[in-house]
């Protein structure tokens, strides 16, 4: 069965400074994995995907996601923090033909000035 | 705007109670999904249609939930006999579904689900 594992459930980083939100996932076939964003009391939003094509992915707002097969690891990456990252993010991964997402426990981003 | 909607946003009802939750999803959008989310957990998956056939349902979904999408389009969610543990955010999502790792699905802000 597939499954994502979040290893941080919460990140703080000071604004301008990098991000990374660390995800390991498990699949028994090569997995089509996803990063969502929530912001408070907003649905949540489809920051980028992966579907064994390149295997460094670019997501809007300057996130990005590198699937290392080696490593079962799907980190989202960040330059810069910006304020407006302030959010939960959800490590996803496909469960089959149905397209179902099973997603992880999430990591809660806080920026601080 | 076009997107996914969710009705009420905030429901909040006495245990034993009965609630209805509602979904319109994008409107080209043949699949819906339902999920739940609770304080502090990602959202957890209950059940998917395809059209109107509701084609898996997760072991969460106990008796007391039924859902319906009777014409392919809109969907409910019908939570009989509440329990305080069924308090959390409803979540409703479309795609237009396909391949492997076309299912971007498009998330509704979600109806809270308060059981005194």
């Known amino acids: 069965a597939q499954s994502v594992t979040q290893l941080d459930s919460h990140v703080s980083v000071s604004e301008g400074t990098p991000v990374l939100l660390r995800c390991n996932y498990s699949?028994?076939?090569?997995?089509?994995l996803f990063w969502y964003v929530q912001h408070p009391n907003k649905g949540l939003q489809l920051l980028l995907k992966?579907?064994?094509?390149?295997?460094l992915v670019k997501g809007i707002n300057g996130f990005e996601a590198e699937f290392k097969k080696s490593e079962t690891s799907f980190h989202l990456t960040k330059p810069s923090a910006h304020m407006s990252d302030a959010a939960e993010y959800f490590c996803?991964?496909?469960?089959?033909?149905?397209?179902?997402?099973?997603f992880g426990t999430g990591t809660l981003l806080a920026v601080q000035p | 705007d076009t997107g996914v909607s969710q009705d009420p946003r905030h429901k909040i009802t006495k245990r034993g109670q009965n609630v209805t939750f509602r979904c319109d999803p994008i409107?080209?959008?043949?699949?819906l999904y339902w999920y739940r989310q609770t304080l502090g957990q990602g959202p957890e998956f209950l059940t998917y249609?395809?059209?109107?056939?509701?084609?898996?349902k997760s072991r969460l979904l106990s008796d007391r939930f039924s859902a319906e999408r009777p014409k392919g389009s809109f969907s409910t969610l019908e939570i009989q006999r509440t329990e305080q543990g069924d308090s959390a955010m409803y979540l409703c999502?479309?795609?237009?579904?396909?391949?492997?790792?076309?299912?971007?699905?498009?998330f509704g802000e979600g109806s809270r689900l308060t059981v005194l």
């Open positions: 999502a479309s795609s237009l579904g396909g391949g492997t790792g076309a299912g971007e699905l498009f």
């Open positions: 699949s028994s076939y090569s997995p089509s």
């Open positions: 992966y579907t064994s094509a390149a295997t």
């Open positions: 996803v991964v496909e469960g089959g033909a149905t397209n179902k997402l099973i």
């Open positions: 409107s080209e959008h043949n699949r």
């Open positions: 249609f395809q059209n109107e056939a509701q084609l898996e």
